[in-house]
């Protein structure tokens, strides 16, 4: 499985971004889907995931009520809304698949989100 994740950009302090995360063919095993962050310098962060079957989603304590995440089953994606954006946000975002509750198996490239001052 592959993970392509995509949308990311140069956006002011406030602004909104909407990244996607398709994988390349549909499985029965997928678990949930999660996105990270690193900024440079940084270790990677948790910021969301979303349980596949049942739609049950977490978000990290700095992201709760300004980013929203979702599921398209048919299309095999899942999204992360980013509203209310900070320059704190400033980050390469990565998703990940997992296929059990033991962690990540799959991972996507990564796309770079720029929030200006």
């Known amino acids: 499985v592959q993970l392509q994740a995509s949308g990311g950009g140069l956006v002011q302090a406030g602004g909104s971004l909407r990244l996607s995360c398709t994988a390349s063919?549909?499985?029965?095993?997928?678990?949930?889907v999660a996105w990270f962050r690193q900024a440079p310098g940084k270790e990677r962060e948790f910021v969301s995931r979303i349980l596949w079957k049942s739609g049950g989603a977490y978000y990290a304590d700095s992201v709760k009520g300004r980013f929203t995440i979702s599921r398209d089953n048919a299309k095999n994606t899942v999204y992360l809304q980013m509203d209310v954006l900070k320059p704190e946000d400033t980050a390469v975002y990565f998703c990940?698949?997992?296929?059990?509750?033991?962690?990540?198996?799959?991972w996507g490239q990564g796309t770079q989100v720029t929030v200006s001052s």
């Open positions: 063919e549909r499985t029965s095993s997928i678990y949930d």
């Open positions: 990940a698949l997992g296929t059990s509750v033991s962690g990540y198996t799959y």
